[in-house]
């Protein structure tokens, strides 16, 4: 079954560093999603991406975050300057369209900022 | 502000009974509803969806239910199985975003 991968699965940084977040969607969906979730709290939407450009973007995803479709296959969330409070589980999830339920979850990337 | 709502945070069920996990909405621009179970470390999975303009949808064990004028979704498991032990998420979309619940807890006793 296709399905949603994300590397790696757990990330340590210290704070001022850049990281990024890879995710590689299903291959035929055309809609990438990320979205975060801080221990112990509820998944937020931070950002959605089609035709190679956001679409819609939460409050949460302020200038510090971007998104990029490298090559046609990765979809990367890039946080510049890492603060201690995005440490979090972050999902990638894909959909072959906004109304379809085939909106897949990756297993997530677990950031912890040291 | 929170759209979406699961007022219980855990919930304990016999083996074989009914699970009936709950959850609340505000905002009556949402078009579609969306269950998701997630094990520990791993990202939520997606179960079972219903639009805004159905009132029920089942898929075997699972079945939700839509109250539009009391903006309620509930998803019952029938019967219960140890394996279903996870947390639930509900979630709603307008448009492209999705918001979530914060998720019920359940565990499936033997």
């Known amino acids: 079954e296709p399905e949603v991968t994300q590397t790696p699965s757990h990330q340590v940084t210290q704070m001022g560093q850049e990281v990024i977040l890879r995710c590689v969607p299903i291959s035929n969906h055309l809609y990438f999603y990320w979205y975060r979730q801080i221990l112990g709290q509820k998944v937020e939407f931070l950002v959605s991406f089609y035709n190679n450009e956001i679409s819609e973007k939460s409050e949460i995803f302020d200038d510090q975050f971007s998104v990029e479709r490298p090559d046609g296959s990765n979809f990367t969330l890039k946080i510049r300057s890492t603060k201690l409070e995005d440490s979090a589980m972050y999902f990638c999830?894909?959909?072959?369209?906004?109304?379809?339920?085939?909106?897949?979850f990756g297993s997530g990337t677990r950031l912890t900022v040291v | 502000d929170q759209q979406v709502k699961q007022n219980s945070p855990s919930l304990s069920v016999q083996e074989g009974r009914i699970s009936i996990l709950n959850c609340d909405y505000t905002?009556?621009?949402?078009?579609?509803f969306l269950w998701y179970k997630k094990y520990p470390a791993e990202g939520p999975t997606f179960l079972i969806s219903i639009s805004s303009i159905k009132d029920k949808n089942e898929d075997g064990r699972f079945t939700v239910f839509l109250n539009k004028s009391a903006k309620h979704l509930s998803l019952h498991i029938v019967p219960s199985q140890p394996g279903d032990s996870a947390v639930y998420f509900c979630?709603?979309?307008?448009?492209?975003?999705?918001?979530f619940g914060t998720g019920t807890s359940l565990t499936v006793i033997p």
């Open positions: 999830a894909s959909s072959p369209t906004v109304n379809n339920y085939g909106y897949t």
């Open positions: 905002n009556s621009m949402f078009d579609y």
């Open positions: 979630a709603a979309k307008t448009g492209n975003q999705f918001y």
